[in-house]
């Protein structure tokens, strides 16, 4: 088997980039994407510890795009760290995210929320500080009783702390993807909120401008939501993919490889993605 959706403490997971490798190995995968939020920061570390230890490797990120009612995530796999059309974007979106974690801490703070930037830093070490170190900080100053709660009362969509930040349009993602080399894939459709209906306009749109790949075994899903993922993603001719979504005790719910524990994606999807990637 094998996992495409891992993140480390380059971006929001609580793991480094080389553990998460090394969690890949011992779950049994034989390849593994690393799919930092907004960057590629881990990825030379991560590749480096692949190496190693025998484990295929592929360099991804994770881009949250604009989507209405809510967010679309996006993931890409091969896109190396250097220059190019979606490592400007990356750039870009770190800098909004930095300037979001400001305006985030003065809205907890002027919610009279325990909070200061020093713990928020201390909680996130050496990552990229975001919103899940906020959320940290708050169960530690006993403002919430888990991460997950600190997100549904505080810090979510719709919720009194919540900042926006900026969101790339899906479309100018996956130009910027291709641009790149890299293979761009729709991540667990199912958080979109919209109906079977609705899903298949949004891949037929999307697959007209360059997707090559929807998320269909993902670490929280049914196997009935994963079939019938995987059954649309053949009828918009794209490769029905998968992974855990690691985030390591930020969601500890999910494990590398195995999800919430029957997740099997299969070593087939790696072949059928580096098929599709962009010449």
Known sequence: MIDLHVHSTCSDGSETPERVVELAVAAGCTAMAL?????????????????????????????????????????????????GPLQSELERLRRDRSNRNKLLLQRLKDLALPVTLDEVEAAAGSSVVGKPHFASVLVANGAASSIQDAFERL????????????????????AAATGAGAVAVLAHPLTLGIDAPGLDRVLEELSAVGLLGMECYYGRYSPEERAGLALMAKRHDIVA??????????????LVGTGTGDLDVPDAVLSELLARKPQ
């Open 155 to 174: 810090l979510a969509k719709g919720a009194p702390g919540y900042v926006p930040r900026a969101r790339i349009d899906a479309a100018a993602f996956i």
């Open 35 to 83: 799919t930092d939020h907004d960057g590629l920061a881990g990825v030379a570390r991560a590749g480096e510890r692949a190496k190693s230890l025998g484990i295929g490797f592929v360099p991804g990120c994770e881009v949250s795009c604009a989507f209405s009612p809510g967010t679309m995530h996006a993931l890409a796999y091969f896109v190396e760290p250097g220059e």
């Open 241 to 254: 993919t998968g992974g855990s979504d690691f985030h390591g005790s930020f969601k500890p719910d999910l």
